[in-house]
């Protein structure tokens, strides 16, 4: 690994938590620019280290820093949105694998979206098993997809959109940079 690489990873690890303090309440959860971050990580690092970024942003947070939405610590794995800080690693490197080195703007949004899916098949169950299963509130499907879902989803279309903009432009002008 590089000190470039060294330094745009540590980069972003420290962006979702500025992007978790920029938020939109919306019930339960909060609309953030995490997933954007994610996305970028994924696009602009490549899907190993994107991952990697991610993956130390939420060990960081599990560890005690607080730099989730609503703090850190180990106790984070209780809160019903915790599934979705877990789904940004495994998003950033699908969406690094997906967008690849020279990514367009119609492959950002392919990319993307398959993040986002993954960010909801993780993300949605994990908070199905805390309220349900934990918490013992009995959230029908309907419920929980009102909660957790349907209302980000004109908001996530936005930070798709803003990928497939930024992404590929970027990428553009890392390659001018020695690596």
């Known amino acids: 690994m590089t000190a470039r690489k060294l330094v745009y990873v540590a980069l972003f690890a420290a962006l979702p938590a500025a992007a978790a303090f920029l938020r939109l309440p919306l019930g339960m959860v909060s609309v953030t620019a995490q997933f954007l971050v994610t996305a970028m990580a994924g696009a602009l ?62 492959r950002m949004v392919v990319a993307c979206l398959a993040g986002l899916a993954l960010l909801y098949a993780v993300g949605l169950p994990y908070m199905a098993l805390i309220l349900n299963g934990y918490l013992r509130q ?32 970027v990428q553009r002008r890392l390659r001018h940079i020695a690596p």
């Open 45 to 106: 690092l490549g899907g190993k280290w994107g991952a990697v970024s991610q993956g130390v942003y939420v060990a960081l947070g599990l560890l005690g820093l607080p730099i989730f939405t609503m703090g850190g610590g180990i106790g984070y794995v209780l809160q019903p949105t915790f599934g979705f800080l877990l789904a940004l690693t495994p998003a950033a490197w699908v969406i690094g694998h997906v967008a690849g080195v020279q990514a367009t703007p119609r």
């Open 138 to 169: 009995n959230l029908p499907f309907s419920r929980l997809m009102m909660v957790g879902c349907l209302p980000f989803l004109p908001f996530d279309a936005v930070k798709v959109l803003l990928a497939a903009i930024v992404c590929p432009a």
